[in-house]
Nanobody, 121 residues
Framework: QVQLVESGGGLVQPGGSLRLSCAAS????????MGWYRQAPGKQRELVAV???????NYADSVKGRFTISRDNAKKTVYLQMNSLKPEDTAVYYC???????????????WGQGTQVTVSS
């Protein structure tokens, strides 16, 4: 069983930055692909970014060039640096862990409880 705990959400003005963290309890964190998802009110959950066990990354088109996903295997933590935030980035952000190289949303085995990000002036 892997527990994931997100932190770092909050209220930020448009154009601002936030860094989300997701700490994992996994004994061997490095084997997992880690993803960040978000869900806005009334919308479906969507993939934001994923980082594989080999640290390859992929991003949703809507966040490319603004968000950066990274991982620190020694700290068993994955990060999401979010810059140039827009009101449409407002959502609950979830991290997820999966054992496949690049999991689909249904293939992530573990999910965090989520952290709220609100972008508003």
């Amino acid at each position: 069983q892997v527990q994931l705990v997100e932190s770092g959400g909050g209220l930020v003005q448009p154009g601002g930055s936030l860094r989300l963290s997701c700490a994992a309890s996994a004994t061997i964190f490095s084997i997992y692909a880690m993803g960040w998802y978000r869900q806005a009110p009334g919308k479906q959950r969507e993939l934001v970014a994923v980082i594989t066990s080999g640290s390859s990354t992929n991003y949703a088109d809507s966040v490319k060039g603004r968000f950066t996903i990274s991982r620190d295997n020694a700290k068993k933590t994955v990060y999401l640096q979010m810059n140039s935030l827009k009101p449409e980035d407002t959502a609950v952000y979830y991290c997820a862990a999966g054992s496949k190289l690049v999991p689909t949303s249904d293939e992530y085995s573990y999910w965090g409880q989520g952290t709220q990000v609100t972008v508003s002036s």
